[in-house]
T-cell receptor, first 117, second 114 residues
């Protein structure tokens, strides 16, 4: 595609429900990143993949959060048993080539606004 | 661990005036430095980045930034602001070596008056 796409763009859910957020990166991009952005703050790293391998998940806040990228393209970020504090913008980014010391540009999607009631 | 401080939450300028957005970083060695812009409803777009070499970096949309090691700063500048520059601006720092994961500042909101 022309850019990184994310769906849904808006998600409203009730506390305790599970949600799945989807990211479709730019075709051919090796690396895919997930960030969370609270209102009035910058993006905060959650996790990233090179191809289908999850390279770093140190930013995931707890075990209710998980992510996968089974075929090295589309990725899903899943939040189980959502809580009100999970409400935020969830952003995905992709880059052409990952790996140690990578300096390639990350291209960001428009984000999914999650609201937990 | 690296960190970024953007001391100004909001900046208001008149169209045609010059602009400087401040960014200070904390990192033990020479970092990778970035400026991103975020327009409403859009994803973040990279304006420019510094990895090494010339400390004055030119970016898109007429922006530039200067890396000053002695001041741990990477301020963003533009000589003449356009109304379309109104947006949120984020400075980010990444660590050299190992996996590159940027740490973002909280952002500066730019308001442009006609």
């Amino acid at each position: 595609g022309a850019g990184v796409s994310q769906s849904p763009r808006y998600k409203v859910t009730k506390r305790g429900q599970d949600v799945a957020l989807r990211c479709d990166p730019i075709s051919g991009h090796v690396s895919l990143y997930w960030y969370r952005q609270a209102l009035g703050q910058g993006p905060e790293f959650l996790t990233y993949f090179n191809y289908e391998a999850q390279q770093d998940k140190s930013g995931l806040p707890n075990d209710r959060f998980s992510a996968e990228r089974p075929e090295g393209s589309i990725s899903t970020l899943t939040i189980q048993r959502t809580e009100q504090r999970d409400s935020a913008m969830y952003r995905c980014a992709s880059s052409l080539a990952g790996g140690p010391g990578g300096t390639d540009t990350q291209y960001f999607g428009p984000g999914t606004r999650l609201t937990v009631l | 661990a690296q960190s970024v401080t953007q001391p100004d939450i909001h900046i208001t300028v008149s169209e045609g005036a010059s602009l400087e957005l401040r960014c200070n970083y904390s990192y033990g060695a020479t970092p990778y430095l970035f400026w991103y812009v975020q327009s409403p409803g859009q994803g973040l777009q990279l304006l420019l980045k510094y990895f090494s070499g010339d400390t004055l970096v030119q970016g898109i949309k007429g922006f530039e930034a200067e890396f000053k090691r002695s001041q741990s700063s990477f301020n963003l500048r533009k000589p003449s602001v356009h109304w379309s520059d109104a947006a949120e601006y984020f400075c980010a720092v990444g660590a050299k070596g190992g996996s590159y994961i940027p740490t973002f500042g909280r952002g500066t909101s730019l308001i442009v008056h006609p």
